[in-house]
């Protein structure tokens, strides 16, 4: 079992900078491959960055050049460093751990992200 707890989120204004954070608990975060979601209201989830276990990542269009994701295994935490924010990045921001040789999948409650001015 993992938990993830986010944090990081509050009120910017546009143009601002934000980092999420997401720790993770248990012994074998390493091999799992972690993403960052958000769900703006009557919106479906819709993925934002992934990075793999080797450190591989991935982002969505609308936010490549301006998001960038990490992780540190020895924290076993992951990171969502978010810049040049944008009234459309407004939303509440998952956490999710995921390894599929375990069929495990998990996600944390989220933290609200909120850009305005």
């Known amino acids: 079992q993992v938990q993830l707890v986010e944090s990081g989120g509050g009120l910017v204004q546009p143009g601002g900078s934000l980092r999420l954070s997401c720790a993770a608990s248990?012994?074998?975060?390493?091999?799992?491959?972690m993403g960052w979601y958000r769900q703006a209201p009557g919106k479906q989830r819709e993925l934002v960055a992934t990075?793999?276990?080797?450190?591989?990542?991935n982002y969505a269009n609308s936010v490549k050049g301006r998001f960038t994701i990490s992780r540190d295994n020895a924290k076993n935490t992951v990171y969502l460093q978010m810049n040049s924010l944008k009234p459309d990045d407004t939303a509440v921001y998952h956490c999710n751990a995921k390894q599929l040789s375990l069929k495990s999948d998990y996600w944390g409650q989220g933290t609200q992200v909120t850009v305005s001015s």
């Open positions: 990075i793999t276990s080797g450190a591989l990542t």
């Open positions: 248990g012994s074998l975060f390493s091999i799992y491959d």
